[in-house]
């Protein structure tokens, strides 16, 4: 009986530890997102100089392109998720903002 026990146990400490995450942890999604979202009007509608400005953000985060697309799935499967991102977004942007007009 002890030995079902921590069979039984053992299972449920798996099942959530499988738990599915993100390869992004949310806090760098949000300033990779923003990152990518705020990118000078010059280089958004160049798409050779927008790859070049998607390769240094994701290089300068220490991710992958294939990481942050796999984020986005894993969000795309709950959307609800993104309500709370995109205040999550919003809200960095404002505090990135207010930074710099502090420090002119």
């Known amino acids: ?4 026990f921590h069979i039984f146990f053992f299972i449920i400490i ?6 599915e995450k993100p390869p992004i942890n949310e806090e ?9 979202i705020s990118a000078p009007d010059s280089i958004s509608v160049d798409t050779l100089k927008f790859s070049d400005y998607k390769k240094k953000v994701f290089s300068d ?5 294939n ?8 969000y795309n499967q709950t959307p609800e998720k993104w309500d709370e991102f995109f205040k999550k977004v919003i809200k960095y942007v404002e505090t990135t903002d207010d930074s710099l007009k502090n420090a002119l």
């Open 67 to 74: 990481e942050f697309e796999q984020t986005v799935k894993f």
């Open 14 to 19: 798996l099942f959530i530890s499988c738990k």
């Open 28 to 36: 760098q999604f949000v300033k990779i997102y923003a990152d990518l």
């Open 61 to 65: 985060f220490g991710c992958s392109e």
């Open 1 to 4: 009986m002890k030995n079902i």
